[in-house]
């Protein structure tokens, strides 16, 4: 999929970001409060500094056998009775995923920024299949028609009021002003019944065990275990980056995605290793007892193995989504993911754009950078992202010289 970056497109957007009141208070909000909130909880539990850390060592370790891994973890997801795929590109991926779906199917999905990768909702909805998403931020961005804007927080860029009058014209129900419960309940109501009726259940992962095939989720919301276990069909999406050794390993990426993303402790870490079973009559298994009957897995790689190549751009396979240098960063409390790219933005948005679309169009977007070093000093697993940043703004220089 080549999406053009057009550079005077991006700044338009960023400009009426700038000039939206409403969503420069949403912002303010949120980033003021996942900043006191991760600050606290780091003062209170240092071994979660220490076991952050462990993960940034593991998450190296991991990258430099990343083809090993992979072959490791078609190998187990096939012993667990699950079917795995490698999606080389986003074309691959989607075709994989429609060849399973069909068409005029009810599909829910729960958050995924890899669906948000390739496109999934819309191209499923082209292939006349009843599309919805679970996550309420998600479930908002689908109301308003617009892209997540931060990594594990999609609406961040709403106010409860813009919320509820969203929730309220797209539903037509009627929700008092500024209500969370309310839009929430109202949102659950609408879900439930979406969710038990779904033909097929869609989900992301925080992490792929290789030596067990196991997928591993974190979350709050409960819909991640709806949406994949309820529908008997199950697809999980898996950015080749996300899959580490050992089941031990997935389990501390997913506590240190929860913790600097302030949501420490989730209230939900599922774990699913193939897809529900039972054989209590004579020891004879049979799929699908209450859960899913089957459990796609698309392994997704778009850029990801070349990038695990590059001495500059590997560091970005280290990241484990948490958006701490998002609400760290002086620019993307401005912008939110208006700046850096079609799904991902801000530091770490821009560089994997570089590594999924464009390098180059990812290196104009970088220009915006200040150069600050405050999203060096957020992440978890010390990732050097101004330093991806400057790398990509000279390789703009590079291919400027060259005409
Ligand atoms: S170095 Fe750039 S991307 Fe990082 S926090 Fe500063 S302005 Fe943001
Ligand atoms: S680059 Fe680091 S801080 Fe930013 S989302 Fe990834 S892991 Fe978190």
Redesign the pocket.
Known sequence: MKVKLEADMVLDEISKALDNIEFQEALRRASTNNQVKVAQLLTEKPELIELAKEVGSLKRRSVESLRELVEKAVESLRKIAAKPYYAETVEEARKLIGDIVGSGKRVVMAKSMAATEIGLRQYLESLNNEVWETDLGEFLIQLEGSKPMH?IAPAVHMTRERASTLVAEKLKVGIPKGGVEDIVSTVRMFLRDKIVTADVGVSGANALAADTGAIVLVENESNIRLVTSAPPTHIAIVPIDKIVPTLIEAFKVAIV?AT??GLYPPTYINIIAGPSSTADIEQIRVYGAQGPRELHVILLDNGRMKASKDPVLKE?L?????????F?CPVWIHTANTWGGPTYG???GI?WTAITLDPIEAGKLAYLCLGCGR?DE??????N?SMELRHLKMLVVQASKRG
């Open positions: 990594a995605q600097y993303a970005q280290y990241c484990i989504r948490c958006g701490r240098c998002q760290e801000g530091p770490m560089v999203c957020a992440c978890p697993v010390n990732i992202i």
